[in-house]
Nanobody, 118 residues
C-alpha cells in the first residue's frame, strides 16, 4: 500500500518559516509535488522534485521555498522562508510512482493548513 504522511503546517507570522514534510511509504517515488489551494482559489502547483533531484518552483515562491529530499527515507521536504499572507492555503503532497506493471500512478496525501498572519 502506498501511503503519504504529511506534516509541518501551522500558523506563522509574515516573514516566518515552516517546513513541510511528505514521507512516502510502500513505493519509491519518481516525482513528488507540492500543491496548494488558497481561499477561493484553484489548486496550484508549488514545486516539484524528481527522484534524480531536479526541482521546479512556481514563480511566486522562487527564492523563498526549497524542495529537498531524504532518499533513504523516501521523504520530501518543502522549506518555506519569508512567508507572506498570500502563501496561506491548504498544502497537498502528491507522488508519482512506477508500478510493477510499468504504469505510472499518482497518490495524494492529506492536506495540511498553512496560515500566514500577524
Amino acid at each position: 500500500q502506498v501511503q503519504l504522511a504529511v506534516s509541518g503546517g501551522g500558523l506563522v507570522q509574515p516573514g516566518g518559516s515552516l517546513r513541510l514534510s511528505c514521507a512516502a511509504s510502500g513505493s519509491i517515488f519518481t516525482l513528488m509535488g507540492w500543491y496548494r489551494q488558497g481561499p477561493g482559489k484553484q489548486r496550484e502547483l508549488v514545486a516539484t522534485l524528481t527522484s534524480g533531484g531536479s526541482t521546479t518552483y512556481a514563480d511566486s515562491v522562487k527564492g523563498r521555498f526549497t524542495f529537498s529530499r531524504d532518499s533513504a527515507q523516501n521523504t520530501g521536504y518543502l522549506q518555506m522562508h519569508s512567508l507572506q499572507p498570500e502563501d496561506t492555503g491548504v498544502y497537498y503532497c502528491k507522488i508519482r510512482v512506477g508500478a510493477t506493471d510499468g504504469r505510472l500512478h499518482d497518490f495524494w496525501g492529506q492536506g495540511t493548513q498553512v496560515t500566514v498572519s500577524s
